[in-house]
């Protein structure tokens, strides 16, 4: 249950991350707020595991990943990757920087140029980063095309000949072309159907396997980040909600967000699929512009208490590796143990 | 790396450009565009060597002889030595109609290199670099509020009389008309050419460039212009095109080359006045513009599908 080692050294540190974008209203374009699409997230990858990144759609997700690498300028927080922070460099020093951490984006289609062949696509880090020789660079280009599982034939074709999983290949093996540490992958399956899901997925891990890869799993699909990921964070509306280890954050979620999102899984079995009961949310997600006072869960929250309107939870360490915001834990701290035992106890019966 | 990769890795690759030929082929306009471009061009670059009649000889003696192909049916003067005839000083009409051809495509060609550039430069760098936007497109909105003729010609008044005096009459004016048209003409393909950078700046590959750390200039050379390769060429058409009328206008206000200098658009305009009695001096010149015009246009869009690899169906 607690495979998420402690021993290991963290490869990404996130603190406190914000990503706030402004909102320009009125005749004289004046600031008048902002979007706060991650608001406060802190988090640590380690060494060669996939951190599951999950959540509903606009809740900040793709943002956090972006801003990971600095796509976007962050508006406040620190991120260290393999010992630099990475929000604090110069254009420069963030270029030299690059090779270490790569992205797998989530439309195959959109992420490939369509003037470009699959051989200049995939040399395009190599161009950028090393002084490789025009056939050195063919060969690189080779072998990467054979690690992703693509015909060498296909160097000279353009995108558009190719299907989904086939892009998405290529997306993959320009991601891997410069032995990057850490790679973020931005729902690199949302696009594609479920066989090629599957490929996919599995050729990300057997990828992992083979060059010893950290990955940062975007997804909304949570059987998806069950399958591949090591530890999962949960975020809703800019802020991570839980953070925990695949198995504890499945069997046993602690913060009432969670517990939502998980009975929203479908149940392949329809025997089992009638007796599921579902926590169905009332209302809509507030808007990221103007996010509720306390916590940002507690104008949905079906256990919302008088001190969620007011105060924000902060993270906590509710057991060993398992961080969640909620008040409901920080009340209830002697009887948690109990009460999240007792909650394993009904989920197994459900399994069951 | 090992030997076996390396046998594998030779696949005959073959080069992209035969695959835009062959596209090219099969766009029968632009086949037909091209092949008279290349002879209009041979026309006015080899024709002053086999047609050895000086344009500008006055002949008041054979004046207003019509061509051969209305002299061999009807009564009218008319000669072999001068086939298309002469105007109403006697020049040479085929005579004129090569060397204008040199001028007029001179012209339309340079003037249209020019406000390309001029257009994308400025439209890729107010599209990618949202600080210059504003400037760079109100400066654009000033420069189409201006009337263009009247601007024309305040240009040749005021720096005529200092470009001749260094490079002498012919040159001086044609760098003049040039730069003229160059730089009034720049700012459709500008307009055009922001809004294809906008659009295309916002998809993913682009953001997959940042990610690998590819800098500006070469994001702008890589995948930002071929992206907008189609609306430049159409641009560069229509380009060619209103340069080459443009210097007629210019040239029938009196303002354009000398009058002893014969363009297509000026032998147009001189004959305009007598056209009912002599057709055949607005038609040729007429002609020559419109059908290189139209050809030029024609190969600009076989053109645009052949670079297209998604049309080129590779």
Same mark, same amino acid.
Request: charged share 20%; aromatic share 8%; with cysteine.
């Given at each position: 249950?607690?495979?998420?080692?402690?021993?290991?050294?963290?490869?990404?540190?996130?603190?406190?991350?914000?990503?706030?974008?402004?909102?320009?209203?009125?005749?004289?374009?004046?600031?008048?707020?902002e979007v706060k699409a991650?608001d406060g997230?802190?988090?640590?990858?380690?060494?060669?595991?996939?951190?599951?990144?999950?959540?509903?759609?606009?809740?900040?997700?793709?943002?956090?990943?972006? =801003? $990971?690498?600095?796509?976007?300028? *962050?508006? !406040?927080?620190? &991120?260290?990757?393999?010992? /630099?922070? +990475?929000? %604090?460099?110069?254009?420069?020093?963030?270029?030299?920087?690059?090779?270490?951490?790569?992205?797998?984006?989530?439309?195959?289609?959109?992420?490939?140029?369509?003037?470009?062949?699959?051989?200049?696509?995939?040399?395009?880090?190599?161009?950028?980063?090393?002084?490789?020789?025009?056939?050195?660079?063919?060969?690189?280009?080779?072998?990467?095309?054979?690690?992703?599982?693509?015909?060498?034939?296909?160097?000279?074709?353009?995108?558009?000949?190719?299907?989904?999983?086939?892009?998405?290949?290529?997306?993959?093996?320009?991601?891997? =072309? $410069?032995?990057?540490?850490?790679? *973020?992958? !931005?729902?690199? &399956?949302?696009?594609?159907? /479920?066989? +090629?899901? %599957?490929?996919?997925?599995?050729?990300?891990?057997?990828?992992?396997?083979?060059?010893?890869?950290?990955?940062?799993?975007?997804?909304?699909?949570?059987?998806?980040?069950?399958?591949?990921?090591?530890?999962?964070?949960?975020?809703y509306l800019g802020k991570?909600?839980?953070?925990?280890?695949?198995?504890?954050?499945?069997?046993?979620?602690?913060?009432?967000?969670?517990?939502?999102?998980?009975?929203?899984?479908?149940?392949?079995?329809?025997?089992?699929?009638?007796?599921?009961?579902?926590?169905?949310?009332?209302?809509?997600v507030p808007s990221p512009a103007n996010p509720p006072k306390g916590c940002n869960f507690c104008t949905?929250?079906?256990? /919302?208490?008088?001190?969620?309107?007011?105060?924000e939870?902060?993270?906590?360490?509710?057991?060993?590796?398992?961080?969640?915001?909620?008040?409901?834990?920080?009340?209830?701290?002697?009887?948690?143990?109990?009460?999240?035992?007792?909650?394993?106890?009904?989920?197994?019966?459900?399994?069951? | 790396?090992?030997?076996?990769?390396?046998?594998?890795?030779?696949?005959?690759?073959?080069?992209?450009?035969?695959?835009?030929?062959?596209?090219?082929?099969?766009?029968?306009?632009?086949?037909?565009?091209?092949?008279?471009?290349?002879?209009?061009?041979?026309?006015?670059?080899?024709?002053?060597?086999?047609?050895?009649?000086?344009?500008?000889?006055?002949?008041?003696?054979?004046?207003?002889?019509?061509?051969?192909?209305?002299?061999?049916?009807?009564?009218?003067?008319?000669?072999?030595?001068?086939?298309?005839?002469?105007?109403?000083?006697?020049?040479?009409?085929?005579?004129?109609?090569?060397?204008?051809?040199?001028?007029?495509?001179?012209?339309?060609?340079?003037?249209?290199?020019?406000?390309?550039?001029?257009?994308?430069?400025?439209?890729?760098?107010?599209?990618?670099?949202?600080?210059?936007?504003?400037?760079?497109?109100?400066?654009?909105?000033?420069?189409?509020?201006?009337?263009?003729?009247?601007?024309?010609?305040?240009?040749?008044?005021?720096?005529?009389?200092?470009?001749?005096?260094?490079?002498?009459?012919?040159?001086?004016?044609?760098?003049?008309?040039?730069?003229?048209?160059?730089?009034?003409?720049?700012?459709?393909?500008?307009?055009?050419?922001?809004?294809?950078?906008?659009?295309?700046?916002?998809?993913?590959?682009?953001?997959?460039?940042?990610?690998?750390?590819?800098?500006?200039?070469?994001?702008?050379?890589?995948?930002?212009?071929?992206?907008?390769?189609?609306?430049?060429?159409?641009?560069?058409?229509?380009?060619?095109?209103?340069?080459?009328?443009?210097?007629?206008?210019?040239?029938?206000?009196?303002?354009?080359?000398?009058?002893?200098?014969?363009?297509?658009?000026?032998?147009?305009?001189?004959?305009?006045?007598?056209?009912?009695?002599?057709?055949?001096?607005?038609?040729?010149?007429?002609?020559?513009?419109?059908?290189?015009?139209?050809?030029?246009?024609?190969?600009?869009?076989?053109?645009?599908?052949?670079?297209?690899?998604?049309?080129?169906?590779?």
């Amino acid at each position: 249950m607690l495979d998420a080692a402690p021993s290991k050294k963290p490869l990404v540190e996130v603190r406190n991350l914000k990503m706030h974008f402004p909102i320009y209203a009125g005749l004289l374009r004046r600031r008048v707020g902002e979007v706060k699409a991650v608001d406060g997230v802190s988090f640590d990858v380690f060494e060669g595991e996939t951190l599951g990144l999950v959540g509903e759609s606009g809740c900040g997700k793709s943002t956090c990943g972006r =801003a $990971l690498l600095r796509l976007y300028e *962050v508006t !406040d927080g620190s &991120i260290t990757i393999d010992g /630099v922070d +990475i929000a %604090a460099l110069s254009n420069n020093a963030l270029r030299e920087k690059r090779p270490t951490m790569q992205m797998v984006f989530q439309d195959p289609q959109a992420s490939l140029n369509p003037r470009m062949t699959v051989q200049a696509i995939i040399q395009e880090p190599l161009d950028e980063h090393t002084t490789l020789s025009t056939k050195e660079k063919q060969q690189k280009v080779y072998e990467l095309m054979d690690a992703v599982g693509l015909n060498r034939r296909f160097a000279g074709r353009y995108p558009h000949a190719f299907s989904g999983g086939q892009r998405q290949r290529i997306g993959i093996a320009r991601a891997l =072309a $410069l032995n990057p540490k850490f790679i *973020v992958c !931005d729902e690199p &399956i949302a696009a594609l159907d /479920v066989s +090629i899901q %599957a490929q996919v997925v599995n050729l990300l891990e057997d990828l992992q396997e083979q060059f010893g890869l950290t990955y940062l799993f975007i997804s909304h699909d949570l059987s998806m980040v069950r399958h591949i990921a090591t530890r999962v964070a949960v975020m809703y509306l800019g802020k991570i909600v839980e953070l925990a280890p695949r198995e504890a954050l499945y069997a046993a979620p602690l913060h009432p967000y969670t517990e939502a999102l998980l009975s929203a899984v479908p149940e392949p079995d329809p025997s089992l699929e009638a007796k599921v009961e579902r926590i169905i949310l009332q209302g809509d997600v507030p808007s990221p512009a103007n996010p509720p006072k306390g916590c940002n869960f507690c104008t949905r929250c079906p256990k /919302v208490m008088d001190i969620c309107r007011e105060v924000e939870p902060a993270t906590r360490e509710v057991r060993p590796g398992h961080f969640a915001a909620c008040h409901l834990h920080e009340i209830t701290s002697q009887t948690a143990g109990a009460t999240a035992a007792q909650r394993e106890a009904n989920e197994r019966q459900h399994g069951e | 790396m090992t030997e076996t990769t390396q046998t594998q890795g030779t696949i005959p690759v073959r080069n992209q450009w035969w695959d835009v030929w062959d596209q090219f082929k099969t766009h029968r306009g632009a086949v037909i565009g091209g092949a008279f471009l290349i002879f209009i061009t041979l026309f006015v670059l080899v024709g002053p060597y086999l047609w050895q009649v000086d344009a500008q000889k006055l002949d008041i003696r054979n004046k207003d002889l019509r061509p051969f192909y209305i002299g061999l049916f009807a009564d009218v003067k008319w000669s072999w030595s001068r086939p298309l005839g002469t105007d109403h000083l006697g020049r040479d009409i085929m005579a004129n109609l090569i060397q204008g051809g040199q001028i007029s495509m001179a012209v339309g060609w340079t003037a249209m290199i020019l406000s390309l550039f001029l257009g994308t430069l400025i439209g890729v760098l107010a599209g990618f670099f949202k600080r210059l936007d504003g400037i760079l497109m109100r400066f654009t909105d000033l420069v189409l509020s201006l009337p263009l003729l009247p601007i024309l010609l305040v240009m040749m008044l005021l720096f005529r009389d200092p470009l001749r005096a260094a490079f002498g009459p012919e040159t001086g004016i044609f760098i003049l008309i040039v730069s003229g048209i160059g730089i009034t003409s720049w700012m459709h393909t500008a307009r055009i050419v922001r809004g294809d950078i906008l659009a295309i700046k916002e998809r993913e590959f682009v953001l997959a460039a940042r990610s690998i750390g590819t800098p500006p200039r070469r994001m702008i050379t890589r995948h930002l212009l071929p992206n907008v390769m189609s609306p430049i060429m159409v641009s560069a058409t229509l380009g060619l095109a209103s340069a080459i009328i443009t210097e007629s206008a210019l040239s029938f206000l009196g303002l354009g080359f000398p009058s002893d200098f014969p363009t297509w658009g000026k032998i147009l305009f001189d004959s305009v006045d007598r056209m009912a009695s002599f057709p055949e001096r607005v038609i040729w010149p007429g002609l020559c513009i419109s059908l290189t015009v139209l050809s030029v246009n024609y190969i600009g869009d076989g053109l645009r599908d052949a670079l297209d690899p998604r049309i080129r169906g590779l």
